[in-house]
């Protein structure tokens, strides 16, 4: 098969681990810096363009699109869609993804644990907010960000009511949550590849930071997920509409909540510290599944 991996980083250790797992079966591999793609638009021609010249004979693609560039990332992928190329996450999930908003109203809908949260943005009620929550401390979060950044722990409830009035005052949308003390400073990823968890990490902040991604710090070790926490991950996927993911979830008294699910979540981690080959699952599920009917998306917006 004919892959593009889109991806910025041509040295990024997911974009390599995925290009030699697809050369070793025999793949051709192309790397396309999808920011500098674009597109041509016109009756019945769906075109993607690459330093002046079309990109043709495309089986699959794989998405590995930045946060910073979703909509842009987004919509190179859906070019593709429309020449019905196979991608490993459609551009409405990536999207869809990418909206912690949108992420936390699936999961409730799917029945996935997840923190009590609310979504506001002006600043009146602030006081019936923190209650809705369990009041101080809090996590407070701007709609959209990564890798922990937009991120603020509020310990107090005139710290909380400071952000929030900050975040107000730029018109930032933000979601408020309950801080799950038992869990701070730890989470899991567990990466799921169609809908199987391939390989699970925990995730513990080296300082008293409150957040566990390694891109702040944090250092990863293996864990053995429980029953539940599998299942968890395996429907918050199944939430999102990604055959390919990360899902991040924390322990707590009454069990797994989930955070968020990432559409391009890093290899490196996982791969190092469990030893698994999650970059051969990968090509495995594309093998198995780029020659048949492309799956309709189900979910929603």
Request: hydrophobic letters at 40%.
């Amino acid at each position: 098969m004919n892959i593009v991996i889109l991806s910025k980083g041509r040295a990024n250790y997911s974009t390599r681990r995925l290009k030699e797992e697809a050369i070793s079966r025999g793949h051709e591999v192309r790397i396309l810096n999808y920011a500098r793609c674009y597109v041509t638009i016109e009756r019945s021609n769906p075109v993607v363009r690459y330093e002046g010249k079309e990109v043709t004979d495309v089986d699959v693609v794989i998405p590995r699109i930045a946060a910073s560039l979703t909509k842009y990332g987004s919509s190179i992928v859906r070019q593709f869609e429309m020449q019905n190329v196979f991608t490993t996450a459609s551009s409405i999930a990536i999207v869809r993804s990418r909206d912690k908003l949108r992420s936390m109203q699936l999961f409730a809908k799917a029945g996935v644990g997840i923190p009590k949260t609310v979504f506001a943005r002006e600043a009146s009620d602030l006081d019936d907010v923190l209650d809705q929550v369990g009041g101080a401390p809090v996590i407070i979060k701007v709609a959209r960000g990564t890798h922990g950044n937009g991120v603020v722990l509020a310990e107090t409830r005139k710290a909380a009511k400071a952000v929030m009035q900050a975040f107000y005052v730029e018109g930032v949308n933000f979601l408020v949550q309950e801080f799950i003390a038992e869990s701070a400073g730890t989470d899991i990823r567990a990466l799921v590849v169609n809908g199987k968890v391939v390989a699970s990490i925990q995730r513990q902040s080296l300082d008293d930071d409150f957040r566990a991604n390694t891109h702040q710090g944090g250092v990863g070790k293996t864990v053995k997920l429980t029953d539940e926490e599998r299942k968890t991950a395996q429907k918050a996927a199944k939430a999102m509409g990604l055959a390919v993911c990360g899902v991040d979830m924390m322990r707590s008294e009454r069990g797994p909540l989930v955070l968020e699910v990432n559409s391009s979540a890093s290899l490196k981690t996982p791969e190092l510290v469990t030893g698994r080959n999650v970059a051969g699952a990968i090509l495995d599920y594309i093998e198995q599944n780029a020659k048949g009917k492309r799956r309709r998306d189900r979910v929603g917006a």
